[in-house]
């Protein structure tokens, strides 16, 4: 485990392409322990490909990516590392993927009895204790499709914490969500950032990104084009292709 005053995520040079396409280029990029920072840009900039590639849903063909003291190698040559990092980087994504044939409480149960070697007893207290924490313990029984969107995501958002993880990615976790659904995901997000869990997210929800970010990214292209605090970047924004973004996007 890392010192808590070194980055838990490095990438130098980072670059990524899907055949002919260069998705990310040249990517430079620290996180420290703590820290919540949000990504921002169009559909297709490469932000959900930056996040995929710390823990190692996509290779990458070239550059250095450390996660808290792993080293990934490019073409996914790192079997024993990404193993590891697995166990400890949650991530919740745009679709819920529950196991339908399960209840709720074992789905959360499932990954810290098969990876950590948890008995179920501490699982199951582990999971109810969670639920709580996210609002939804009254429905720990039920199967995942007796849930509303915005229960199910609350439910992948328990599993990914049941891991114990020291990094937590979020790929558009709102993205697939009825509007009356997003504020309860982005209430239980919004409680796990004030106790001081490092994430980064990948949202279209700018107001969201305004209020809990320490940081936000804007990608264009597959470069990072700007970062900042989200007051120095929501509201003076220095490149023009970040302000034209940011005008397209607070218009609606």
Known sequence: MNDSTQ????MQKLNKHFGSLHVLKDINLEIVPGEVVVVIGASGSGKSTLIRCINGLEEFQSGN???????????????????????EVGMVFQQFNLFPHLSVLDNITLAPMKVRGWNREDAEETAMRL??????ADQAKKSPTQLSGGQQQRVALARALAMEPRLMLFDEPTSALDPEMIGEVLDAMRELA???MTMVIVTHEMGFAREVAD?????????ITEQGPPQQLFDKPQHERTQSFLARVLKH
């Open 7 to 10: 980055p838990i995520v490095t």
């Open 65 to 87: 990516l450390t996660v808290d003291g792993h080293d990934l190698m490019p073409f996914g040559k790192s079997t024993k590392a990404l193993q590891k990092i697995r166990t």
């Open 131 to 136: 639920l709580e924490r996210v609002g939804i």
């Open 194 to 196: 004030k106790e001081g």
């Open 215 to 223: 940081r936000v990214i804007y990608i264009h292209q597959g470069e």
